[in-house]
């Protein structure tokens, strides 16, 4: 492996989906390698030092098939944390395009149980048990951390109307699910069944994974849309801002885990 190391030699690895939402990282990182893991294909993964903190970058893929079984090969690499990043849709009028949240905890919002009269997620009411717990908890300490690292970075992130308005950084519980939310209907519904603030596809799956490993991690999305009818639209025309201030706020928080 490339890259100058920590002190145990192991990396942070910075899970991403989308190469759009990895390009931020590869322009801040140096000494950047690449990696094959074994089965190859678009789970290709980089390695190198982002402000002299050990980095691995790697692609997963979409949905949380691909994000969770890609994490799970690329934690032969021991890394010391793990952070899902990228963009993700905002749930209520709470957030603007730009905004970026800190995972308090994440969840899966299609998981749990189907019949005719709508849908229950685990762990909520459900008649059935889900076997597991479909709600997971950041680590406080390192969320806590990671918040206070990044405190006064809104006013140099991208508001893309150009106005000049400090971009919100918050925490916040960030819903998963292997859907694209392109319909206000259904974003309504998820956000009344989870309490969730933002939605996206990938970030419970790799907590999962971490947490399962005993690895501390944080899922970071920067607003990309609104889950609406006008999301695919706006999803095209924002992720590489989303993808950027997302990728800003982790570079600045890589410390806290070194502290976690």
Known sequence: MGGTAGADGRPILIVTALEAERAPFEALATGIERRELRTGGERDLLTGTIDGVFVALLRCGVGKVAAASATTEAMELAPRGVVSVGSAASLHRGFAIGDVVISTEV??????????GGFDLFGYGA??????????????????????AAKGLGSQLIDPTGAGREIRLSRGVIATGDAFINDHVTRDAIQAQSGADLVEMEGAAIAYVASRHGTPWLVVRSVSDAGDGGAHLSFDRYLPIA?????????????????Y
């Open 107 to 116: 969840l899966q919002h299609d998981f749990g149980t189907a019949h005719a």
């Open 127 to 148: 008649p059935l048990p889900s076997g597991g717990d479909p709600r997971i908890r950041a680590p406080e300490e390192l969320g806590a951390a990671a918040l206070d």
């Open 243 to 259: 993808a950027m201030n997302a990728a800003s706020v982790v570079a600045t928080i890589l410390p806290a885990f070194g502290s």
